[in-house]
């Protein structure tokens, strides 16, 4: 198991109840670090991030088969029943089967201020902190029409004053340009120099010398996945769209995403046939 957040972990638990031998392996690079709170997770909104993964590692502690291990994967080589794990510290592990749980890296903008403030004043996810921010001041920044619709949507729900920044120039259609004006979401195409500030008194300053001011900004958009070992390995991603009981025959699966999106699963390895229709198990299996 590459990877021991939320999904990684859950992972195991499930793993572990069927008595397999699971290696947990974390490098303790955390996506929502800077955040204090977690949302819309079940029984646990508002708790801490980090207490949640130490309750699960507790949980795991119940079945002897999983082990956790502290440690960066460096590389993965094989296919499915021989994979090669090589980890930071030079050491090998062999295991018959591979589940990528290495989540999300956010890559804030390269602006002075951006990145430290980032999960804290900056915030990526307007599903995830719009609550917080309702009644606030708020900038959007970002030029995609993705992007800056999700200030046309933070209008809508949670603030009367919103600003989007584009950092340069943008392309973004005339249609675009019309619902954020309709809905009174202004467009600043200036380039920002730096921010400073905290929560509630956040300061976008411009090349131009001008100031806004702001009490907190979501970020949407640029973000990657994050396995890293996986680019490295020989083995090839394969998306499938698993039917049945084919989800068991994977060579490497994605863990269970937690986020707010989803992807078709990736499969590590050689692709599996079919299972022939009249071998298939009953729909209650599958």
Known sequence: MIGGGPAGLSAA???GRQRRRVLVADGGQVRN?????????????GFSPHELLALGRAELAAYPGVELRQDQVASVSGDIDDFTVEFADGTRERARRLVLATGQVDEPYDIPGVPERFGRSIF???????WEATGKTL?????????VMLGLYLADRHSDDVVVVTHGAHELPD????KLAARGVQVRTESLAKATGELDALQLHFADGSV???QARPRPGRGRRCPQSARRASVRPVRTQ????????????????????TEPPVRL????PATPPSRRLPPAFG
Not at 33 to 45: C, F, G, I, N, V
Not at 124 to 130: D, E, L, R, V
Request: with cysteine; charged share 25%.
């Open 139 to 147: 900038a959007v920044l970002g030029r995609d029409v993705p992007q």
């Open 124 to 130: 990526h996810c307007p599903f995830c902190h719009g």
């Open 33 to 45: 670090a800077p955040a204090d709170e977690m949302h819309m997770y079940l029984s646990r909104d």
């Open 212 to 214: 806004l001011k702001r």
């Open 175 to 178: 249609e675009v340009i019309a």
């Open 269 to 272: 390895g050689k692709r599996t």
């Open 13 to 15: 638990l499930v793993l």
């Open 242 to 261: 698993p039917r049945g009981n084919r989800r068991l025959r994977n060579s490497a699966s994605p863990a269970p995403r937690t986020g707010a999106g």
